[in-house]
């Protein structure tokens, strides 16, 4: 009993020191490099290079970042993510994006405490919690607090849409 105790206490070390190496590895790499490492936000990545955002959520910051998947770009009526990737419609892309950008770090015990959170664009993100997953406006915040070295990112299953100024 007390050798499988040990050899249970080491596992649980040993595993938590790979976890804790994994999340500093993470913390090198700034936003963009992270969600492009991650292989599942391509189109964010296409989308922030098109609006010309790459630099600044590669700057100090600290931002925090609801990221939608290449699945939650996929949800958007068809022809309005080419249509919101023309040249010509580069001020509303950014728009966009930069509701999904709120500034400062926010972690998600902390998102669960609010109403609502101002984002880089200048509207507000509504919050809430329902039967124990958090909303975004009416996106579903699917996997929480991965942090990078300029802040933290939030994955969300929409694309969030800014009201019309």
């Given at each position: 009993?007390?050798?499988?105790?040990?050899?249970?206490?080491?596992?649980?070390?040993?595993?938590?020191?790979?976890?804790?190496?994994?999340?500093?590895?993470?913390?090198?790499?700034?936003?963009?490099?992270?969600?492009?490492?991650?292989?599942?936000?391509?189109?964010?990545?296409?989308?922030?290079?098109?609006?010309?955002?790459?630099?600044?959520?590669?700057?100090?910051?600290?931002?925090?970042?609801?990221?939608?998947?290449?699945?939650?770009?996929?949800?958007?009526?068809?022809?309005?993510?080419?249509?919101?990737?023309?040249?010509?419609?580069?001020?509303?892309?950014?728009?966009?994006?930069?509701?999904?950008?709120?500034?400062?770090?926010?972690?998600?015990?902390?998102?669960?405490?609010?109403?609502?959170?101002?984002?880089?664009n200048g509207q507000s993100l509504k919050i809430?919690?329902?039967?124990?997953?958090?909303?975004?406006?009416?996106?579903?915040?699917?996997?929480?607090?991965?942090?990078?070295?300029?802040?933290?990112?939030?994955?969300?299953?929409?694309?969030?849409?800014?009201?019309?100024?």
């Open positions: 009993m007390t050798k499988m105790l040990k050899s249970m206490v080491v596992a649980a070390t040993v595993i938590g020191m790979v976890g804790i190496g994994s999340a500093a590895g993470a913390q090198e790499k700034d936003i963009v490099d992270t969600a492009v490492a991650a292989g599942s936000f391509t189109t964010l990545a296409k989308a922030l290079q098109a609006a010309g955002l790459i630099e600044t959520l590669k700057g100090k910051g600290p931002f925090t970042v609801f990221a939608p998947t290449d699945e939650a770009f996929a949800k958007l009526p068809a022809g309005a993510l080419e249509d919101l990737l023309e040249p010509e419609n580069k001020a509303q892309l950014r728009a966009v994006l930069t509701y999904h950008v709120v500034p400062g770090m926010v972690m998600a015990s902390q998102v669960t405490g609010l109403k609502s959170a101002k984002t880089v809430a919690v329902m039967g124990g997953t958090v909303m975004i406006n009416a996106a579903n915040v699917v996997k929480t607090d991965i942090m990078t070295s300029n802040g933290v990112i939030h994955v969300i299953d929409s694309v969030l849409m800014p009201a019309a100024k």
